[in-house]
């Protein structure tokens, strides 16, 4: 199974997308937990992606292979990540932020938390505080979760905060934030709540609408 799991990760560095349908489906059924599949076969393949394309050695084409390859191994192992018969804890508004198209964090805790129970609303990727203000009033979620991987784009969690109190909705949804470049300090000063992954948002925001 270990051996499984590994060439999962390969695959998904390979940007294989076939391969990691398969090696998905296999790992489960030798009897791997999802959340083993995600962590040591997804994401460890995800991170590896990562560190190559930081050092220029992959490129945007061959990240975005690897990324359809992880969202296919992601969809197979979603309904397994669900917690038997939770009962609906509150919904969850999720964006990534305007001019930003990276998806793969974002649809992982909004995966994890529909499993724990959330409803989700996904608005998709790139979408601008107006957007994000509008869907708030017209889905009135106990959550809001912004995504941002870009140092360039985190600028509009703050821009969403500010449209949110601007329209009197701030005491009315708890923000969640969460990317790369954001850190627990950025959270505090914008007025919301940082987790660094999906495991912990769901802990988060289990204690927002405990609140
Ligand atoms: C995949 C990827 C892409 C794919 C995205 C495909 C997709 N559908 O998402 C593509 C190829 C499109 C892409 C494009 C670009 N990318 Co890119 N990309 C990545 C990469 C390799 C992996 C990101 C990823 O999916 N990780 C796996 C997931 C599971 O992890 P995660 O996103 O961090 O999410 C976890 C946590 O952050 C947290 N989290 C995330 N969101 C949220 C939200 C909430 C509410 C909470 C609570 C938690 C939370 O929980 C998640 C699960 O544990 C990163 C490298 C890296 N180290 O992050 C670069 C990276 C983010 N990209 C980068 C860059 C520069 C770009 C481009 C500008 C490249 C270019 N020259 O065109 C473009 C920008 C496009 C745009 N406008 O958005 C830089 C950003 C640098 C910076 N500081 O701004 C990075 C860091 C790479 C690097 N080292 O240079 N990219």
Same mark, same amino acid.
């Given at each position: 199974?270990?051996?499984?799991?590994?060439?999962?990760?390969?695959?998904?560095?390979?940007?294989?997308?076939?391969?990691?349908?398969?090696?998905?489906?296999?790992?489960?059924?030798?009897?791997?937990?999802?959340?083993?599949?995600?962590?040591?076969?997804?994401?460890?393949?995800?991170?590896?992606?990562?560190?190559?394309?930081?050092?220029?050695?992959?490129?945007?084409?061959?990240? /975005? *292979? @690897?990324?359809?390859?992880?969202?296919? !191994?992601? $969809? %197979?192992?979603?309904?397994?990540?669900?917690?038997?018969?939770?009962?609906?804890?509150?919904?969850?508004?999720?964006?990534?932020?305007?001019?930003?198209?990276?998806?793969?964090?974002?649809? /992982? *805790? @909004?995966?994890?938390?529909?499993?724990? !129970?959330? $409803? %989700?609303?996904?608005?998709?990727?790139?979408?601008?505080?107006?957007?994000?203000?509008?869907?708030?009033?017209?889905?009135?979620?106990?959550?809001?979760?912004?995504?941002?991987?870009?140092?360039?784009?985190?600028?509009?969690?703050?821009?969403?905060?500010?449209?949110?109190?601007?329209?009197?909705?701030?005491?009315?949804?708890?923000?969640?934030?969460?990317?790369?470049?954001?850190?627990?300090?950025?959270?505090?000063?914008?007025?919301?709540?940082?987790?660094?992954?999906?495991?912990?948002?769901?802990?988060?925001?289990?204690?927002?609408?405990?609140?």
């Amino acid at each position: 199974m270990n051996n499984t799991i590994m060439q999962l990760s390969e695959a998904i560095i390979d940007g294989n997308i076939m391969e990691a349908k398969i090696l998905t489906q296999k790992a489960l059924d030798m009897g791997a937990t999802a959340k083993q599949i995600l962590d040591e076969g997804l994401m460890n393949g995800m991170n590896e992606v990562g560190e190559l394309f930081r050092d220029g050695e992959l490129f945007v084409p061959e990240v /975005l *292979v @690897a990324s359809k390859a992880m969202d296919t !191994g992601m $969809e %197979i192992i979603k309904p397994f990540l669900k917690e038997g018969d939770v009962e609906k804890k509150g919904k969850c508004v999720f964006a990534t932020v305007k001019g930003d198209l990276h998806d793969i964090g974002k649809k /992982l *805790v @909004a995966m994890m938390m529909e499993g724990a !129970g959330y $409803e %989700i609303v996904d608005l998709g990727v790139d979408v601008s505080p107006e957007q994000l203000v509008d869907a708030v009033k017209e889905h009135e979620p106990e959550l809001l979760g912004m995504s941002a991987m870009l140092t360039t784009t985190m600028a509009y969690m703050n821009d969403t905060v500010k449209a949110l109190e601007e329209n009197g909705l701030l005491d009315k949804v708890g923000v969640m934030i969460g990317g790369a470049p954001v850190s627990p300090k950025y959270a505090s000063e914008i007025n919301a709540k940082y987790s660094a992954d999906a495991s912990s948002a769901v802990e988060l925001a289990n204690s927002l609408i405990s609140l």
